[in-house]
């Protein structure tokens, strides 16, 4: 029974489109996230979700938006897709607090073209 | 931003080798998690180290967090060809936003039987 789980864990899209990325969540945890990780592996935190309220929104351009129907949820909808949007994004879950443990799902693989 | 410095960013050994990798960041941590990233998977957290000094041990791993929690090291002693992945160090900010972890940019290691 996967901890986090995201989908679709491969997507191939045309600029200029709109793609959803899903990820749930079973592990009781109050608080989620989206990253992304760039072709050189750097793992970079987009957003935060705890308790249904955005807590951290990076300077990430706003036709990137995540929306949390629920606590175990937590979706990342992405307009006008562009080249450089290509990457790996990761959803990830924990509980608020410090020195606590993020469990990753297994990340979605982008490819505009 | 906080930065977390990796070194090396890549490093290749020889099977029985030892290797540290090193975690500096001129920040102040209240912890900081190591995760090891496999191709295709999510980071799986290895340890968190929170006290000043403090050093855990994971079979062959030695984990170590610097006395003014700012910097950690990774020890593998008798690498083996399973050790094989990204390494990530990760730091839980002292005193800023609880949940958000900061990633380093990964040091990617290959063990060769």
């Known amino acids: 029974d996967t901890a986090v789980s995201q989908t679709p864990k491969y997507l191939v899209t045309q600029m200029g489109n709109d793609k959803s990325i899903k990820c749930e969540q079973n592990l009781g945890h109050d608080t989620m996230y989206w990253y992304k990780q760039d072709s050189k592996k750097f793992l970079k935190i987009m957003f935060s979700y705890n308790n249904k309220e955005l807590i951290i929104n990076e300077t990430v351009p706003n036709r990137f938006s995540p929306k949390s129907p629920d606590k175990a949820h937590l979706n990342l909808h992405i307009n006008s897709l562009e080249l450089g949007d290509s990457a790996v994004y990761f959803c990830?879950?924990?509980?608020?607090?410090?020195?606590?443990?993020?469990?990753f799902g297994q990340g979605t693989r982008l490819t505009v073209v | 931003t906080q930065l977390l410095e990796q070194s090396p960013q890549f490093l290749s050994i020889q099977e029985g080798e030892n290797l540290t990798v090193y975690c500096n960041s001129s920040s102040v941590f209240s912890s900081l998690q190591w995760y090891r990233q496999e191709p295709g998977e999510g980071p799986v957290l290895l340890v968190t180290v929170v006290t000043g000094g403090e050093v855990k041990k994971l079979k062959r791993l030695t984990f170590q967090f610097g006395d003014a929690r700012k910097d950690s090291s990774l020890h593998i002693t008798a690498a083996q060809p399973g050790d094989t992945g990204l390494y990530l160090c990760a730091g839980v900010h002292y005193g800023g936003s609880q949940g958000n972890l900061i990633f380093g940019k990964g040091t990617k290691l290959s063990v060769k039987p």
């Open positions: 990830a879950s924990s509980f608020w607090g410090g020195n606590t443990e993020a469990f």
